[in-house]
């Protein structure tokens, strides 16, 4: 009989895409358990453990018996509702991503990538790269589906990944020409066409400027039409190249699934401390450079999803437990 192994799936998109990584390698049956919050999980987990973990009635009534044999959480406030999952089933496997807010002993398992904040405990995993949700049979699927639309432009192609302003920094106009600007130089560099995905953070004026300035032949997919994430996933299939915001660590993530040379757009006023760490990594690694230095020599190493590790370690623990 299949174990169980149980996804907290809040609204925290990324970070389910990144237990989606992790499960991808378990063969276990997947459950998505919905994860809504109430005004209470705003307070700092040590209090929101005491009011009904800071979910809403309905939430806390899926969580119960059968458990499961594993549980994945993500975050800060899923944390909380992960711990109290491990002190009702101690048997249950609970693995914590990201900072937890919490001890690192309320978890088997915490994951932690390398550009983050440090968690004490000996059963903390560092990871350059975290898992992600890109996998040969979702991205084969939207290739296919995206092959008309692709098949306008001739190849090579340029996957384009706009992100936009963060909570800290803006993507303004200036650095929507420049990047537009580097864009060409790219193509004309590659003699390559241009498969363009914008997302809500951009901004509409941005997006506009980047249209509007584009040399090279291109299609534009718009983050407001439908099966948006399906052309990530396609058009990423379709990539020789990837040229990228820098300010997404997710989407830089999710980028290196391709195993194709990635061109940052790395702009001091952009990116934060954090998304600066993490550019760094992919130009240690190899995996990128900076769009400035496209003319560069880039040995290309070919990254593995470490959602496969996350799930082996998983696996061996779990096992070296009975």
């Known amino acids: 009989m299949k174990k169980t192994v149980w996804i907290l799936k809040d609204n925290k998109l990324g970070s389910v895409h990144i237990l989606d990584g992790i499960s991808y390698f378990l063969d276990m049956n997947i459950v998505h358990k919905e994860i809504k919050y109430n005004k209470l999980a705003k307070l700092p987990n040590f209090i929101s453990k005491f009011f ?71 059963n903390v995993l560092y990871l350059d790269i975290l898992p992600h949700w890109i996998h040969p049979d979702n991205v084969e699927k939207q290739k296919k589906a995206f092959a008309p639309l692709v098949k306008e432009l001739k190849g090579p192609y340029i996957t384009v990944i706009i992100g936009g302003s963060t909570k800290t920094t803006t993507f303004d106009e200036e650095m929507a020409l420049e990047f537009a600007s580097e864009l060409n130089k790219l193509a004309k560099s590659k003699n390559a066409s241009l498969l363009v995905l914008n997302s809500r953070r951009t901004g509409e004026a941005q997006s506009k400027i980047i249209k509007d300035n584009l040399s090279a032949p291109y299609v534009f997919y718009d983050h407001k039409e439908p099966n948006a994430s399906s052309a990530f996933a396609g058009f990423l299939g379709w990539a020789d190249y990837i040229a990228i915001t820098g300010e997404s660590i997710s989407m830089l993530t999710e980028s290196t699934f391709a195993n194709k040379p990635i061109f940052v757009y790395d702009n001091d006023n952009l990116l934060t401390k954090k998304h600066k760490q993490f550019v760094n990594i992919l130009y240690k690694l190899g995996a990128a450079k900076k769009i400035q230095e496209m003319n560069s020599e880039l040995k290309l190493v070919i990254l593995e999803n470490s959602g496969k590790k996350v799930a082996e370690v998983i696996l061996k623990n779990m096992k070296e437990r009975k």
């Open 52 to 122: 009904n973990l800071g979910i809403t009635k309905e939430s806390r009534e899926t969580l119960k018996a059968p458990w499961p044999d594993v549980v994945l959480a993500a975050g800060r406030r899923a944390a909380v509702v992960a711990a109290w999952i491990k002190k009702q089933a101690p048997s249950t496997y609970v693995v914590q991503v990201l900072m937890p807010n919490y001890s690192s002993s309320a978890f088997d398992l915490v994951v932690m990538p390398k550009h983050g904040q440090s968690v004490m405990g000996k």
